[in-house]
Each structure stands twice: as C-alpha cells, then as structure tokens.
C-alpha cells in the first residue's frame, strides 16, 4: 500500500475542508494539539482528520506521536462521532482495493529455519514451529543468562552454556616457563575445577524450543499490534507508516469487524511485538 488517496483527492482538485487547513497550518505537532480540543473533529472524516496532522513522503507518513497517543487520536474521533462507520472514509473499502487485510503473522513454514517440520497450537490458537535443540551440559558448570527478546517466538528467551574453569594468568621466564603471578590458592583452585570439569560428565540435558510464530491467522489483533506491525519508524515517539491517514481509517474497520458482536476488539497488546517490514533474516543458511 501507499500514500495513495491524499494524493488522488489533489490530483482529481477535491475541496480542502477549511476546518482541517486551519488546524494543520502551523504542522503536525500542533495540528495534532488543535485535533484533541474538544469536539475539533466533531462530523469530519477519521482519514481526513488523521491525514491533516502528519509529514509525508512518496513512500511514507509519519506521525510525531507514539502508537498510544496515536491511538488516543482515534477515540476522540470515535467518541465526538459516534463511531460513525459512514465517516471513516470517502468510500467503501471493496471500491478502492481488491483486497485489504490485517497484518497477521502468515508463513508457510517455520521462519527462523525451514527445515524444522513439526507444529503445534498454543493455548491462544496460534501455530508454531515445535523443533526443539538438545544439547548436553556439565551440571557443575552451567550458566543462565538473558537472551533478549526473541521476534521470531515474540518471547523472552533465557540461553544456558558450559562454562571452563578460568585459568589464572600467568607469564613466562626468559627460559620460557610459566611464572604464574596470581596466588598459588587460586591456582590449586582452578586445577581441582579443571579436574572435576575433565572428569564430570555433560549429563544434564537443556533443550531450546523454537517455538517461531508461523501463523496468528485465528487471532483477534489488538490496534495496537495492527499499528506495532506496520510502524517502520526507528525513532522513539513517532508513528510512520507506508499509507496515509485515509487507509488508518481502513485499518480501524477492519479492527472493528474482528469483533463478532458489538463489543470492540481490545485496543491494546499484552505482548511485545515488532514490525513486520523489518523482521529478522527469515531462514538460517
């Protein structure tokens, strides 16, 4: 998708709505103060009114707000109109694309290798890749660290390795034979953990999931991870998306119609997530 409407309203010399002209006049900061006093978008447009507090390029939009005051925008806008579906946008979806869906999570296999084959369903009704790497480790000598945020999983890994007995430092003579310079305890120390490291078996087995997203097609996506998802912007602070205003309106309906009553979809993510125009390298060579 591109910032494509806002451009074919000027080509095709669409009335500017004199309102909106006034509040972005002195740019999207300020435009985006003006929108939030009360009832300022009161019978416009959500895509207009989100269109008119922006910066834009031939390939992006960018928001000088993060995703929740982002999203803050668009309640008010709900709120002042009544959640008014006739005011999202100028015109239907189905008359301006084929086809316009959510940003779920859809791979054919596991993204991270794509020789691992099996699958499972977590207790939220996501699949993914059910490989697990085993490995054998010296009990005695095993060490736990953070890993870091895995996108792949969108989990929190934890990593295990052996770690060596730290050999003392040491020099040499001029004869060339080592002159050890750190206390004789700490080296009789290190080489009672060297023996007992040579002589211990690496019997304890640690195994490392997968667990790599393949799909979150059955999941109802909160607008926050729909946002998450197509924010490619590396600053803090800002949204920027590769469409206008008018298609975040598109994207709110198509939030909305997940819900199969009238209550609304959650508005925001228990889990982190990331955009998925920069994911990680998808297969492992």
């Not at 490989?131 to 792949?152: L, M, N, T, W």
Request: aromatic share 14%; hydrophobic share 30%.
């Amino acid at each position: 998708m591109g910032a494509i409407w806002s451009f074919y309203r000027v080509l095709a010399g669409n009335k500017r709505n004199l309102k909106l002209e006034c509040i972005k006049k002195d740019g999207p900061e300020i435009a985006i103060k003006r929108l939030m006093l009360p009832e300022a978008m009161k019978g416009l447009y959500l895509g207009e009114c989100l269109d008119s507090c922006r910066w834009g390029s031939m390939t992006t939009c960018m928001w000088p707000i993060d995703i929740k005051g982002f999203i803050g925008i668009i309640q008010k806008w709900r709120e002042e109109n009544n959640d008014n579906l006739n005011l999202y946008h100028e015109y239907p979806i189905g008359e301006l694309y084929n086809k316009f869906e959510l940003p779920h999570i859809t791979h054919d296999s596991c993204p991270k290798d794509k020789t691992h084959k099996a699958t499972l369903i977590d207790r939220i009704g996501m699949k993914r890749c059910s490989y697990v790497e085993s490995k054998f480790i010296r009990p005695s000598f095993i060490v736990e660290y953070d890993k870091g945020f895995d996108a792949h999983s969108q989990t929190e890994r934890k990593e295990f390795y052996e770690e060596k007995p730290y050999k003392p430092e040491y020099f040499y003579d001029d004869n060339g034979n080592e002159k050890y310079y750190t206390d004789q305890d700490k080296f009789e120390e290190y080489e009672i953990l060297k023996e007992k490291f040579d002589n211990e078996e690496p019997n304890l087995e640690v195994l490392y999931p997968c667990y790599s997203i393949i799909s979150d097609k059955n999941l109802t996506l909160p607008l926050e991870t729909i946002f998450t998802r197509e924010n490619v912007s590396r600053e803090r602070g800002k949204v920027e998306f590769m469409f206008d205003g008018w298609d975040v309106a598109y994207y709110v309906q198509r939030w909305k119609e997940q819900s199969k009553d009238r209550k609304d979809p959650p508005l925001f993510s228990t889990r982190k997530d990331y955009c998925i125009h920069e994911q990680p390298a998808r297969y492992i060579n």
